[in-house]
């Protein structure tokens, strides 16, 4: 089972709202459990599931099969990782085309897109942050992830040129293939890390550096996955931001950045948490 330690003065929703969650079956698979009572005729919400860099949509497979088991709508777009602004408009103009309610997921750098993204969208009923950023007006990813020691990513960061529209260039970061493990994804077999290694998609440094805008966390109820062996955004960044947030808050003892992946029942958990507290 996984070691999973709530935050001091972050009470997570008690065992009554998680009675229909899905639960951990055995063999580490997820056995869906009903996400409400069996007459209810309430539509669920639809679920948005952001990756950020160096990953991609599949990073959300396990989460998208068990969300799809309870009976929930998923959208898991690709995120362009271009520049801030354009890529939270390119989620928000996702947003547009849903009707119902919406519960917005973002991993990573995805965090900072929703952040963005949400507002102006009165059907977003809350945000849910897995391993990820939730700046304030101005701050930007960069800069928060260096906020406090821990990221190894600084140290294994390269970075290609490539095009823009106006003849100037810009620059891609990725994770050096050799460290992509040890930086991103420890808690996942190496035969897997290798592919998602050559695999990765970069981000944009400038996106990465961009501040950002009004952060919607301040009007929306938001809940937080926080893996404790994170060594891209440091766990004691995320816990500053959730506790900032008022984020209904989850440890994940020992999981990596990529814990969606390593540790999908929790991050399920949280969104179903999500759920039954804006329902």
Do not use: C
Request: charged share 15%; no cysteine; glycine share 8%.
């Amino acid at each position: 089972m996984n070691s999973v330690r709530h935050l001091p003065r972050r009470r997570v929703l008690g065992a009554s709202l998680l009675a229909g969650a899905l639960a951990l079956g055995a063999g580490g698979t997820l056995a869906p459990v009903s996400a409400s009572p069996a007459h209810s005729t309430e539509p669920k919400p639809t679920i948005v599931l952001v990756h950020g860099v160096f990953a991609d949509a599949s990073g959300w497979y396990p989460t998208i099969d068990a969300l799809q088991k309870a009976g929930y709508q998923v959208i898991a777009p690709a995120n362009p990782l271009r520049d801030l602004s354009g890529d939270s408009t390119y989620v928000s103009s996702i947003l547009d085309t849903i009707d119902g309610p919406v519960i917005l997921v973002g991993h990573s750098y995805g965090g900072e897109v929703i952040t963005n993204a949400a507002r102006g969208h009165a059907n977003v009923k809350a945000l849910v942050y897995v391993a990820a950023f939730a700046p304030d007006q101005g701050e930007s990813a960069l800069q928060l992830a260096g906020k406090f020691p821990g990221s190894k990513l600084p140290d294994a960061l390269i970075t290609r040129d490539y095009p823009l529209s106006d003849g100037s260039t810009g620059k891609d970061g990725y994770i050096d293939p050799a460290k992509f493990r040890e930086v991103f994804a420890a808690d996942l077999p190496s035969s897997q890390t290798r592919l998602m290694a050559a695999a990765q998609r970069p981000g944009s440094v400038g996106g990465l550096a961009a501040p950002s805008g009004e952060p919607a966390w301040k009007n929306l109820p938001s809940w937080y996955v926080i893996p404790t062996n994170d060594y891209v955004i440091p766990a004691a960044v995320q816990r500053y931001m959730a506790e900032r947030a008022h984020s209904r808050t989850v440890e994940v003892k020992g999981s990596s950045h990529v814990v969606m992946m390593s540790h999908p029942d929790v991050v399920v958990r949280q969104i179903q948490a999500a759920y039954l507290a804006t329902r």
